[in-house]
C-alpha cells in the first residue's frame, strides 16, 4: 500500500505484517471512495476555500455521517488536509482533481467507475479466459463519451514525453492515427507540423466526441475522421508517413495483432515510422513501472479479452511485417513504453 509508514513498509516486506490484508481491503475501498468523492464534488467544494464536514452537508447534499467517515481517509492518504475542524486540498487534489486545473484527471476518475462495475464480473473471466461481454458490445452513447474523455485525460498526462519521441520527417504529410480517440496526438503533431494532415479511425461511437475535439481546436480542414473496426479496416497502401498505434495492442490476441501490425506496415510509405504506445511486461522492471502493465493486461482480458505484451513479442510482429530497427524507449512515466520502428 502506497500509505504504509517507512516503518509499516519494512515490517511487510519482512513478511511481520500480512499485506494481503491491507490490499485487499482499504487499498481497494479507498479507490472507490477517491473515485466517488470526486463524482459527489468534494474537490470542487473545497477548490474555493476551506470547509468543515457541517458545511460540505449543504454545498454536498450530503449526510454528515457519511462525511465524517468519507473525508478523513481521503485526508490520511494525502488527498486532503485537515486544519482545526476545516478540510482543504492539498497540491495532489488542486493539480490533478479539480475542474479548472490544466492538469485535471477527473474524466479519467469517470471512466474507471465504469471499470468498477465491470470488475464484478472478472471471476467469470478468469474462469473462461473471455468476458461475458467485451466493452464495444455493452457501451452506451454516455458511456463510450466517458471512455473518450477519460482517455483523453491520459493523452494528457502523456503529451509532454511522447510528442518529444515522436521524430516525424521534415516533409512528413500523412498521419494515421489508429484508435486516435480523441485524437489529441493528432491534434498536437499537426499543430507542430504546419504541413501535415491526420487521419483518425476509430469505431464510430467514438468519433462523435472526437469529432467535437477537433472542432474546438479548428482542425477541422486538416483532420478527417475515418470511423472503422480497425482489425478489419484495409487501409491504403504506402500512404502515410507515420502511424500511430498507441494503447491498442494490449487489446488484442498475438494473432490479431500480427495481421493488424502487417496492415499497418503496408499503409506506411518508405522512410516512414511506425509508433506503439503501450504497456509493456518487463521483467527488469520494478515497483508501479512493472505493476502496472500487469494490472492493464489483467483489466483488458475482462473488458475485451486482450492481454499484456512485452517487447520481445511486439519486435517480433514488426520485423515480421518488414519493419526495420525496431527500438523500445522507456518513458518517465511509470508503465508506459514507446516503441518505434521504420519502413526502409
Not at 464534488?41 to 452537508?57: I, K, M, N, Q, Y
Not at 470488475?119 to 452513447?141: H, R, S
Not at 493523452?155 to 480523441?182: R, T
Not at 502487417?262 to 506503439?276: C, H, K, T, V
Amino acid at each position: 500500500m502506497s500509505t504504509f509508514t517507512l516503518r509499516e513498509f519494512f515490517a511487510a516486506r519482512l513478511n511481520f505484517l500480512p499485506s494481503a490484508l491491507y490490499d485487499s481491503f482499504p487499498a481497494v475501498l479507498l479507490g472507490r471512495a477517491l473515485v466517488l468523492a470526486h463524482k459527489l464534488g468534494v474537490f470542487e467544494a473545497l477548490h474555493d476555500r476551506p470547509r468543515t464536514d457541517r458545511e460540505l452537508v449543504s454545498s454536498l447534499n450530503l449526510p454528515l455521517k457519511s462525511l465524517q467517515l468519507l473525508l478523513p481517509p481521503l485526508s490520511a492518504s494525502g488527498y486532503l488536509k485537515k486544519y482545526g475542524d476545516s478540510y482543504s486540498l492539498t497540491a495532489q487534489s488542486k493539480k490533478w482533481l479539480v475542474k479548472s486545473a490544466p492538469h485535471y484527471i477527473g474524466n479519467f476518475l469517470a471512466y474507471i467507475e465504469l471499470l468498477h462495475g465491470h470488475w464484478m464480473y472478472l471471476e467469470d473471466t478468469l474462469k473462461a479466459g473471455k468476458p461475458p461481454k467485451t466493452y464495444v458490445e455493452m457501451f452506451t452513447e454516455k458511456e463510450w463519451k466517458i471512455y473518450t474523455l477519460g482517455m483523453m485525460d491520459l493523452a494528457g498526462l502523456l503529451i509532454p514525453h511522447v510528442i518529444p519521441q515522436l521524430k516525424l520527417a521534415a516533409n512528413a504529410s500523412s498521419l494515421l492515427d489508429v484508435c486516435g480517440s480523441h485524437g489529441l496526438y493528432s491534434i498536437e503533431l499537426c499543430k507542430r507540423n504546419p504541413n501535415l494532415t491526420a487521419t483518425i479511425a476509430d469505431f464510430p461511437e467514438v468519433l462523435t466526441t472526437t469529432r467535437e475535439i477537433v472542432r474546438k481546436h479548428r482542425l477541422e480542414n486538416r483532420i478527417q475522421l475515418l470511423p472503422c473496426d480497425v482489425t478489419r479496416a484495409s487501409f491504403n497502401n504506402e500512404q502515410y508517413d507515420a502511424v500511430l498505434a498507441f494503447n491498442i495492442i494490449h487489446g488484442f490476441p498475438v494473432e490479431t495483432n500480427r495481421h493488424f501490425i502487417e496492415s499497418l506496415a503496408a499503409a506506411l510509405r518508405r522512410g516512414g515510422s511506425l509508433y506503439i504506445l503501450d504497456q509493456l511486461k518487463d521483467t527488469r522492471s520494478k515497483g508501479v513501472d512493472q505493476l502496472l502493465p500487469l494490472m492493464v493486461g489483467l483489466n483488458l482480458l475482462n473488458e475485451i479479452g486482450g492481454n499484456v505484451y512485452s517487447f520481445s513479442e511486439v519486435k517480433s510482429w514488426c520485423e515480421k511485417a518488414g519493419l526495420n530497427n525496431v527500438q523500445f524507449n522507456r518513458l518517465s512515466v511509470p508503465g508506459v513504453h514507446l516503441v518505434h520502428a521504420e519502413k526502409h
